[in-house]
């Protein structure tokens, strides 16, 4: 895992005091925090060869992909309406270390193409730190019954 740069965010939050002029007792106070981004190095692999990227824990595989400019389809934008986004790890290793999926996740991997003993959905596959190394193979082709053969532009 790949400690890459150091990300500050800010944020307002109520914080408890007496106020004199307004008569409430809420003020606002600013709050900076530094915290390191943690990425894990993975792996796609398509007809085309193979792309390492670094992927921001807590991000999914099809964010990751769109951001890379990986061919992940993702036809409904991750909410679990289809399975253009599908894909499958490579080693059964990381695979155990996954989430099990849902019952919704396994009705659309029901409905991919070329599914396997290690199929997963790239919007449900999230990073975290024990998935570093991750592999991950995208199938020849995918089912989206809206329109086929249309590769929509992530947002």
């Given at each position: 895992?790949?400690?890459?740069?150091?990300?500050?965010?800010?944020?307002?939050?109520?914080?408890?005091?007496?106020?004199?002029?307004?008569?409430?007792?809420?003020?606002?106070?600013?709050?900076?925090?530094?915290?390191?981004?943690?990425?894990?190095?993975?792996?796609?692999?398509?007809?085309?060869?193979?792309?390492?990227?670094?992927?921001?824990?807590?991000?999914?595989?099809?964010?990751?992909?769109?951001?890379?400019?990986?061919?992940?389809?993702?036809?409904?934008?991750?909410?679990?309406?289809?399975?253009?986004?599908?894909?499958?790890?490579?080693?059964?290793?990381?695979?155990?270390?996954l989430?099990?999926?849902?019952?919704?996740?396994?009705?659309?991997?029901?409905?991919?193409?070329?599914?396997?003993?290690?199929?997963?959905?790239?919007?449900?596959?999230?990073?975290?730190p024990?998935?570093?190394?991750?592999?991950?193979?995208?199938?020849?082709?995918?089912?989206?019954?809206?329109?086929?053969?249309?590769?929509?532009?992530?947002?």
């Amino acid at each position: 895992m790949k400690k890459s740069k150091i990300e500050v965010r800010s944020a307002y939050i109520p914080f408890p005091s007496p106020n004199p002029i307004s008569g409430g007792i809420y003020w606002v106070c600013l709050v900076t925090i530094f915290f390191l981004v943690c990425r894990i190095s993975v792996t796609f692999f398509d007809k085309d060869g193979e792309q390492e990227i670094k992927v921001p824990i807590g991000m999914s595989m099809l964010e990751a992909a769109h951001e890379n400019d990986i061919e992940l389809e993702g036809a409904c934008e991750g909410s679990l309406a289809c399975s253009t986004c599908h894909v499958i790890v490579m080693d059964l290793e990381q695979y155990n270390k996954l989430e099990d999926p849902t019952d919704e996740e396994n009705d659309m991997l029901d409905l991919a193409f070329g599914l396997t003993e290690t199929s997963r959905l790239g919007c449900q596959v999230i990073a975290k730190p024990e998935l570093d190394g991750l592999r991950l193979a995208l199938p020849a082709a995918t089912r989206n019954f809206a329109v086929d053969g249309y590769k929509p532009k992530p947002h």
